[in-house]
Structures are given as structure tokens and as C-alpha cells.
């Protein structure tokens, strides 16, 4: 129905009537165009896009991830083919010695053996954080810890936007050396960290694997054991040591000072 005015009569009338209907149609038109007309508004002043999706779902849609390593620094870090080839075996074996399993699970993460089996082929810490479904400061923190051993190394590239990425691989050369001290640390000393106060071990299992969990690790663990899911119990640090006294002792070991 329309809303206009009808008016018989004399031509003065007629025109007011006119007047008052066209003030209606620009009133109604105004209304129609107020949301489009504020949106457009707002897009001209602010500069902000109009989009239907949340302004988080857009950030992490557009990130932009590092790529992954090219066959020419793979190269240029483990060298050939066949030389990667066998540094594949190398960090495999390394991977698959129980000793550093151990050594590694106790001291800085039960996930280092992962991430060492990420780098057959150097990886950005976003990558390695993807591909095993763990947090990227975790990653961090373990490559970190690893580079201390002289165990990991990294390569800065930085794109054409200016970005930098750290591509971390396994220091091949220092291997051999990190073995022997683990295997010396493990078997002729006390597994202890002199700036650790605060240990761990599992109820259920310790009998039978007799591991011990500096805070750190067992933190990752998110103090559960990484063998039998139980809980992990806290323990003073003379606690520890004795403990760890009589590992070495069932297993007919001298303790090293």
C-alpha cells in the first residue's frame, strides 16, 4: 500500500502534498542505503577490507610459512646424494641407540629423538613443530638444547621480503664425540644436573627402568612417565643422587667424581 498523499483540490494544495511525498520517498531510500552506506564509510577512512571471516582466521590463513630446504642446501649441507644417504643411516643409528634414548629423554625432552630423526634433511622449527603436532617452543627449545652438545646447527636465510629463517640439521662431525660422552656420562657418572633442584621418578616403573627426570623433562612429559603413562612423583635432589648411587652400584659400576 502505498503511503503517499492524495489530495483534490486547488493547485496549492496539490503542490504541498507533492512536497511531503517526495520528502517520504528520500527518507525511505536513506534507510535502505544506511548500512551499505556506513560500511563503505568506514572501508574509505580506515582502510579495512570488508570480509566476512574474523580478523584471527585471516592472519593465520595469510601466514606465511618458511619453505621448505631446496635440493641445492641440502647439498650444501650434507653434500652429495650418496653422501646424504649415508648421513641418513648415521642419524638413524643415533636415533635408535638406547643409550642416547635414555640419556636424552631424562636430561632435555622425550621428543629430541624425533626431532633428530626430523633433521635427515634440514627444517625450520615451524616445519618440525607441524609435522610431529607439537608446540613450536617446545621445538625451540630442544634444538636449542641439542646446539649446546654441539649435536645441532642452524643456517640463517632470510627471503625477499626479508624474513629469516633458521633451517636447523644434525652437526655430523660432533656425533662421534657426543656419543662417547654420553655413553661415559651415563655409565661411570651421576646423572644429576648441578642446577637442578628438582627430580623426578615413576612410581610404577622405576624398578624396572630406574630412570630419573630432571625437572625440565619431566615438565615436557607433562610428568607422566614416557614409558607406562603413570604419574611421575617428585624427589629431593640428595634423594636423586642416591638413587642414582645405587643404580650404579646394581649395575657394578665405579662412580667417576
Not at 7 to 12: I, K, R
Not at 15 to 26: D, H, Q, S
Not at 182 to 198: A, F, R
Request: with cysteine; charged share 30%.
Amino acid at each position: 500500500m502505498s503511503n503517499n498523499i492524495k489530495v483534490s483540490g486547488n493547485t496549492g494544495n496539490r503542490k504541498r502534498a507533492n512536497l511531503i511525498n517526495k520528502k517520504k520517498e528520500v527518507a525511505v531510500n536513506n534507510k535502505k542505503l544506511d548500512t551499505d552506506t556506513k560500511a563503505k564509510t568506514i572501508q574509505k577512512f580506515n582502510k579495512v577490507p570488508l570480509v566476512k571471516e574474523s580478523y584471527s582466521k585471516i592472519i593465520k590463513k595469510d601466514a606465511k610459512k618458511s619453505k621448505p630446504a631446496d635440493a641445492k642446501m641440502i647439498e650444501s649441507i650434507y653434500g652429495s646424494i650418496d653422501l646424504q644417504r649415508k648421513i641418513h643411516s648415521v642419524i638413524d643409528d643415533l636415533a635408535n641407540n638406547d643409550v642416547v634414548a635414555t640419556y636424552l629423554s631424562q636430561r632435555v625432552s622425550k621428543n629430541s629423538i624425533d626431532i633428530i630423526k626430523e633433521l635427515v634433511k634440514p627444517k625450520t622449527d615451524d616445519e618440525m613443530a607441524e609435522d610431529l603436532d607439537i608446540k613450536i617452543n617446545s621445538v625451540r627449545r630442544i634444538v636449542n638444547i641439542l646446539h649446546t652438545y654441539g649435536l645441532t646447527n642452524y643456517r640463517r636465510e632470510k627471503n625477499k621480503e626479508g624474513w629469516e629463517s633458521f633451517y636447523w640439521y644434525i652437526n655430523i662431525r660432533k656425533i662421534p664425540d657426543f656419543l662417547n660422552y654420553v655413553v661415559s656420562v651415563s655409565s661411570t657418572k651421576l646423572n644429576i644436573d648441578d642446577k637442578c633442584n628438582d627430580y623426578f621418578v615413576c612410581n610404577h616403573c622405576y624398578n624396572e627402568n630406574r630412570m630419573i627426570f630432571n625437572f625440565d623433562s619431566a615438565f615436557e612429559a607433562d610428568f607422566k612417565c614416557i614409558n607406562c603413562g603413570g604419574s611421575l612423583i617428585r624427589i629431593s635432589k640428595p634423594q636423586a643422587i642416591d638413587l642414582a648411587k645405587n643404580k650404579l652400584k646394581i649395575e657394578g659400576l665405579k662412580i667417576k667424581k
